[in-house]
């Protein structure tokens, strides 16, 4: 048996906020994992990582108990992942490499156990518990001699794991939590890119020998699943024909055989499920034969056919590593993950020494969204075939889900490095960095993979948005062209040309876009958002709260739908219903930083300027150096009667003093004039100069106001009003000082 030992855990010297968060968490998780509490001890290590105070330390034995907990309840891949954690934080902790050996033999890999138990002994020699294991490890494997030299030296009556917590250091004054990134509510809401989609095979099982033998839970046999009317009718259509097909030649099922045109357009997995169902009917008590036709039915695609298979053949050989293998594969291909995960498991119980099955379970939980015990599966595999590029690329994947971008990055140029010219690697490595930001090495990457096939749209439409983002417009016009030119019917491909369109100020044409991509998919979230951007741009209202309406019906726990609507609001001067939408958003997404900001407007637009700080400081607290959230903090504290200066000038200690809207700070801060101010926009032409005029007229309104001087403020919220710059936040608010003054 395993125990623990109990070490006290010494607070004094400890900040009072440190005692109360995540140390203290740890530690009563360490007291209901001594009582046998283990599912209180799991949750309650997990709170403690959540919360993100733990020393490195600290997080490593909590990661070790935590492992222990999961070992206890059986589930040892999740133990290995809290083991394998434990030793990227600290690779000399023999305490986790010893308890990994063990985990490691409750799935059969008895070589990896024995190559912990040996790290762990190299580190501590006298270690029992790894000597302990090894002597087991060694016995399985029947390695006789080392096995009863281990015996002599780990002479001990039981294994004992210490588990300590060593106490926190004295951490600094707790900081507010970070918010998202502001998102200017100007900017249309861009469409985040869809992860690479993981490559999904066949599932794999669980290994598993003990060293104390533990009976896993086997889970009562499914029921086939009851197939859908029109699939059945099909599907019963089919085996008519199969059954109206056989010929007896001999008395002998290897002679079934179909005739030449029996079965229209009949292919090898069709005459093989003719041959087989007579063998069946000749014999019904082989299962090879059911599992034969089995595959067969997967191949072509008829899965609950072939699980019913499956299923016929385990009634007759319950431990047949075939049929739990193909059944996994089918229950995998119809997403019932589970299933196909408790077949991978029990195959690999049956046939330990079997990676394959690793790399189709690490499939399957990647599909499950289960992203770490994806990756443990794909290490495994990987360490034993270092060369594999379909692990690499699924580990890649997995990363890439996981938003481990480097190591994503890591794995997919693995994969270069023995195939240059792997596509998928190309594809995903551009797509990587598409999402990094990294826009001129997602270019090279894409147009890499575009040059070995041209014929793929997402890729073309990936390297339109890298265009996009650098500003070379024609080249993702085309670059969308092309991709809708391929598929005409790509919804997403018309919306990201319209969103290109609307960058540009096309609207009416982005609006065309957006009008074809929803005729082909009228339940397309971003299409309604995107739509009602560009009629929120153009001033039409109504219709820009329309669409923000249809879009919260499909998706009502979405933030963005909410933020988005409270911004058409404000457009029609309906602030307190843009507040009471700003509110939605944030109880959906307490961090969903655009609608702090947005509120924060409103709040200022409604003259609630205490209201309004609230929000710009929660933002300024997550981004010191955020240049217009100081700037609205301080109109926010000055217009309420309190001082913003001090904030003003931290936040101006911060920014690069040549680039805009330094010369708003200057006046603000009494560096410059109104007139040097207004001589700034001479630099300006176009489109430009008018947003930039929007803003220098109503900031200086805001200027006249605090300085007492009304008759010039309301100059310049006119002028402001008179650029049209319809989207900016400046617009808005210059027309709220002037209807609050009674003036339109």
Not at 661 to 687: N, R, V
Not at 731 to 736: L, T
């Amino acid at each position: 048996m395993v125990r623990w030992l109990l070490v006290a855990i010494l607070l004094m010297g400890m900040p009072a906020a440190v005692q109360a968060g995540a140390f203290d968490d740890a530690y009563d998780a360490l007291k209901a994992q001594s009582a046998g509490n283990l599912e209180k001890a799991i949750h309650l290590y997990t709170k403690a990582m959540d919360a993100g105070d733990l020393s490195s330390q600290n997080l490593v034995f909590v990661l070790n108990n935590r492992g222990l907990a999961f070992h206890e309840k059986g589930l040892y891949e999740l133990a290995i992942a809290d083991f394998s954690a434990a030793l990227e934080q600290k690779p000399n902790h023999y305490p986790a490499l010893a308890n990994r050996g063990y985990a490691y033999m409750e799935f059969g890999f008895v070589e990896q156990a024995i190559t912990d138990f040996n790290a762990a002994i190299s580190i501590k020699g006298d270690h029992v518990k790894a000597l302990k294991g090894r002597e087991i490890a060694y016995a399985l494997q029947s390695y006789t001699d080392q096995a009863a030299a281990d015996e002599k030296i780990a002479a001990a009556p039981e294994v004992v794991v210490e588990v300590v917590i060593e106490p926190e250091p004295a951490a600094p004054e707790p900081q507010e939590p970070a918010v998202e990134p502001m998102v200017e509510p100007t900017v249309a809401p861009l469409e985040p890119e869809p992860e690479p989609e993981p490559v999904v095979q066949a599932v794999v099982p669980e290994p598993g020998p003990e060293p104390e033998p533990v009976v896993p839970a086997v889970e009562p046999e499914p029921e086939p699943q009851p197939m859908e009317p029109e699939v059945q009718a099909a599907e019963d259509d089919s085996s008519a024909v199969y059954d109206s097909a056989i010929v007896l030649v001999e008395a002998d099922a290897e002679n079934f055989y179909v005739p030449e045109g029996a079965v229209e357009g009949a292919d090898e997995d069709s005459q093989d499920i003719v041959r087989y169902s007579a063998a069946i009917k000749l014999n019904p008590t082989d299962a090879a034969n059911y599992i034969k036709r089995g595959g067969a039915y997967g191949n072509r695609g008829q899965f609950k056919r072939a699980i019913e298979d499956f299923n016929a053949a385990l009634k007759l050989e319950n431990n047949s590593f075939a049929a739990l293998n193909k059944r996994a594969d089918a229950h995998g291909a119809l997403g019932a993950f589970d299933l196909a995960i408790t077949d991978y498991n029990a195959a690999m119980r049956l046939a330990p020494g079997d990676f394959s099955l690793l790399m189709k379970r690490g499939n399957v939980y990647l599909a499950k969204g289960l992203i770490d015990l994806a990756i443990a599966d794909f290490n495994f595999y990987i360490h034993k075939f270092p060369d594999e590029v379909e692990a690499l690329m699924n580990r890649g994947y997995a990363y890439s889900a996981k938003k481990s971008y480097d190591q994503a990055i890591a794995d997919f140029g693995a994969v270069l490095e023995r195939d240059r010219a792997h596509f998928e690697a190309i594809r995903a490595r551009g797509t990587v960095y598409l999402t990094l930001g990294q826009h001129d090495r997602a270019i090279n990457d894409l147009s890499r993979a575009i040059t070995l096939n041209g014929k793929e749209p997402e890729v073309l439409k990936k390297r339109g948005i890298a265009y996009t983002a650098k500003g070379f417009y024609d080249l993702a016009m085309a670059d969308f062209n092309a991709a809708l030119k391929i598929n005409p019917n790509d919804y997403e491909g018309y919306s990201k040309r319209g969103n290109l369109k609307r960058s540009v100020g096309n609207l009416e044409p982005a609006i065309a876009d957006y009008d074809a991509a929803l005729a082909l998919n009228p339940s397309y979230y971003d299409g309604y958002i995107n739509r009602g951007n560009a009629y929120r741009s153009l001033g039409v209202y109504e219709q820009a709260l329309s669409n923000y309406d249809t879009a919260i019906l499909l998706s009502p726990n979405n933030p963005l739908g909410y933020n988005n609507r409270g911004i058409a609001y404000e457009g029609k001067g309906f602030y307190d219903l843009s507040v009471a939408d700003y509110d939605q958003a944030i109880e959906l997404r307490p961090s969903y930083a655009p609608a702090y900001y947005n509120r924060g407007n409103a709040q200022f637009y409604l003259g609630n300027y205490q209201l309004a700080a609230d929000d710009y400081e929660i933002l300024l607290r997550a981004n010191q150096s955020d240049a217009y959230r100081a700037i609205w903090l301080y109109l926010a504290r000055e217009r309420s009667g309190a001082k913003g200066m001090v904030e003003l000038e931290k936040t101006a200690a911060k920014i690069d003093t040549t680039r805009w809207p330094a010369p708003i700070f200057k006046l603000l801060l009494g560096q410059t004039d109104p007139q040097s101010l207004l001589k700034t926009l001479e630099s300006f032409t176009g489109d430009q100069l008018r947003q930039k005029a929007c803003e220098v007229f109503f900031y200086l309104g805001q200027y006249y106001l605090i300085e007492g001087n009304p008759d010039a403020a309301v100059t310049y919220f006119r002028r402001a009003l008179g650029t049209g710059v319809t989207s900016y936040i400046e617009y808005n608010g210059a027309k709220a000082e002037l209807t609050r003054m009674g003036l339109l």
